[in-house]
């Protein structure tokens, strides 16, 4: 029973990991029609912009950390804005230039990052409570699968409430389902855009940083490994979908975690392509799709 | 006496999709006040002309609004300069609410929604409803209280009884009316009934490009030229 619970909260963990990298992939796509490989590398520079602002504090771990992520987080949102007014705004409406500048771009933040920082990991600094355990059920749970859990919670009652009741939330869910017929509104929907890209950087940067709270370290490669996960969960949950996100990022975290350890371990990844090909072959749109909601 | 300039021109647009060469040098006029219909058998261009005026499609040529130029600019600002929009096929965001695509269409703040509930009683009781789940009917209300929601001076209305039962239709066509009150209307619909009860001018495609232009009266009044025009009967309406 133990074992079941650790499992659980671990996966839950890693599934609010994937939901914040996924949903401002989900949204993205959803509104704009890109697919932005260069996503995961938002997370990566999102952590080490935490992990370099937390070496040049004073304080305790904790403070380091709160300092860091928000710094992480104000970064990863710049980057993105920045991404989409530079290089994707004159790339609407030509998908494969557009796959192609992300793709080139995901690259070269990678090899910035390891050009300025190298390719060895970075101790993050963790506080001594998040690395302490809870007992729950018999089970030792560290702490930091808590607030983990927490911030993708918190993140996902934000995003539900911003996309419910707010104007520019609106604009979001009209403009995943018709973005034409947004802008026949009178509605300047490149605004939104450039918004949705932000927050979408944000999210990627807070879960570089929750990243590096779960390992202990960021590492250059961080953004990519997660990223691919990330596109998993999207394709599953239904693209444009905040909700569908969510529940697809718990089950695949969960999945990852029961197979690696009742199957064999290295079997989750297998497990997650497996659900993947499933979902594909009975609702191929996804469990939820083209709804911001 | 001196003629009054029209509120619109359009003036020698080109459309191509893909291969196609659908609009092929429109041209014509739509006075201020009243409905002016866009006739034409089907797949001549009708609703591509309207979306090449909101700029929803590529195009050349020229559209002016009391004079000014529209096709610099993009469709959002289009519709700011006063053109509202209901497209065919309504085009509704299913997954909002009758009140969030209301609100979604509120410009400036001085939304006229007494007037749409007015018209449409119905919507102000199913605020609260999804619209995809609307009827088709219920789905055509929603979409031309968006564009009536507004002071706009100028309508673009696509075949808006297309696929409604009778009587929906004739609640349409008085919404229509009620519109031209307020609006210069430019209409595209093939129930020739409604045409004749809304309509002042016409202008008929055929081919991607005008090839008759008068009052509604006199066309309708013509089953010969009707035929010949739209290849439909005249009298039936």
Known sequence: ????????????????????????LSLIYGLMGVLNFAHGALLTVGAYA????????????????????LFGIAVGALVAALIELVLIRPLYRRPVEQVLVTVGLALVLNALVEAIWGFDARAFPVPTWMIDTTSVLGASIPNDRFVEIATAALVLGGLTA??????????????????????????????????VFAIGGAAAALAGVLSGVYFGVVDPS?????????????????????????????VVGLIQQYANYYASSGLGDLAVVLLLAIVLLLKPEGLSPKVAH | MSVPEPLIRV???????????????????????????????????????????????????????????????????????????????????????VDENLRLAERNGAARYELVYELFPELRE???????????????????????LNENPVLLVDEPTKGLAPLLVTEVAAALERAAELATVL???????????????????????????????????????????????????
């Open chain 2, 11 to 97: 003036d020698g647009l080109h459309v191509h999709l893909g291969e196609s060469h659908v609009l092929q040098g429109v041209s014509f006029e739509v006075p201020e006040g009243g409905v002016t219909a866009l006739l034409g058998r089907n797949g001549v261009g009708k609703t591509t002309t309207l979306r090449a005026m909101m700029g929803l499609v590529p195009r050349r040529g020229t559209v002016t609004l009391a004079g000014e130029e529209l096709t610099r600019l993009r469709t959002h600002q289009i519709v700011r300069r006063g053109i509202g929009y209901v497209p065919e096929d309504r085009e509704v965001f299913a997954g909002l609410t």
């Open chain 2, 126 to 148: 199913r605020g609260g409803q999804r619209a995809g789940t609307l009827s088709g009917g219920q789905q055509q209300m929603v979409a031309i209280a968006r564009a009536l």
């Open chain 1, 222 to 250: 961080r953004g990519t490994s997660l990223l691919i996960f990330a596109f998993i969960v999207v394709v599953i949950g239904g693209f444009g979908s905040i909700g569908g996100t969510a529940v697809s990022a718990v």
């Open chain 1, 50 to 69: 935490a992990w370099w602002m937390s070496t040049k504090i004073d304080g305790s771990a904790g403070v380091k950390l709160l300092a860091g992520a």
């Open chain 1, 1 to 24: 029973m133990s074992t079941f619970v650790l499992l659980t909260i671990t996966g839950l963990g890693l599934g609010a990991m994937y939901f914040l990298i996924a949903s401002g």
């Open chain 1, 162 to 195: 911003f996309l419910r009741w707010t104007r520019y939330g609106l604009i979001i869910r009209a403009g995943v389902e018709n973005r034409a017929m947004v802008t026949a509104l009178g509605i300047d929907v490149r605004r939104a855009f450039t918004l």
């Open chain 2, 187 to 237: 209409l595209v619909e093939q129930n020739l009934g409604v045409v004749a009860r809304v309509a002042r001018q016409v202008v008929v495609l055929d081919g991607g490009r005008v090839v008759h232009t008068g009052s509604a009266a006199d066309l309708l009044g013509d089953p010969e030229r009707v035929r010949a025009l739209l290849g439909v009967h005249g009298s039936g309406h």
